[in-house]
């Protein structure tokens, strides 16, 4: 079982959910239950929290699984999430110093005449 992962879905605020397993690719859609707004309370369209609910990958974006996330008997699934945890994030390269305008004086001149 997997606690708190976060479901990013198509044009809608992310979900909390506990997932019954981890995605794998031959997958075509998300099993979970559990299904709450990030401030823990439930959303409009759950009648039960205690349901199970089905969301095809058609419909997600990405799905966030935390570090500590997982529990249960399936330690290769618990190395394997956090070795992809553990890589480092890319660094973005710093930004480029943008260049000195001109200040182009007939331009700041007719803006004060009007």
């Given at each position: 079982?997997?606690?708190?992962?976060?479901?990013?879905?198509?044009?809608?605020?992310?979900?909390?959910?506990?997932?019954?397993?981890?995605?794998?690719?031959?997958?075509?859609?998300?099993?979970?239950?559990?299904?709450?707004?990030?401030?823990g309370?439930?959303?409009?369209?759950?009648?039960?929290?205690?349901?199970?609910?089905?969301?095809?990958?058609?419909?997600i974006?990405?799905?966030?699984?935390?570090?500590?996330?997982?529990?249960?008997?399936?330690?290769?699934?618990?190395?394997?999430?956090?070795?992809?945890?553990?890589?480092?994030?890319?660094?973005?390269?710093?930004?480029?110093?943008?260049?000195?305008?001109?200040?182009?004086?007939?331009?700041?001149?007719?803006?004060?005449?009007?």
């Amino acid at each position: 079982m997997i606690r708190n992962a976060i479901i990013h879905i198509m044009n809608e605020q992310p979900l909390l959910a506990d997932l019954f397993e981890a995605p794998s690719p031959g997958d075509v859609g998300m099993r979970c239950t559990n299904l709450r707004t990030l401030d823990g309370k439930r959303p409009v369209f759950v009648d039960d929290l205690a349901s199970i609910f089905f969301f095809p990958y058609l419909h997600i974006r990405f799905v966030e699984i935390p570090p500590g996330a997982v529990s249960g008997s399936d330690p290769g699934m618990a190395v394997a999430l956090a070795g992809a945890a553990r890589q480092q994030p890319i660094e973005a390269p710093p930004p480029e110093p943008e260049p000195e305008l001109e200040i182009d004086e007939d331009f700041l001149r007719r803006i004060r005449e009007v």
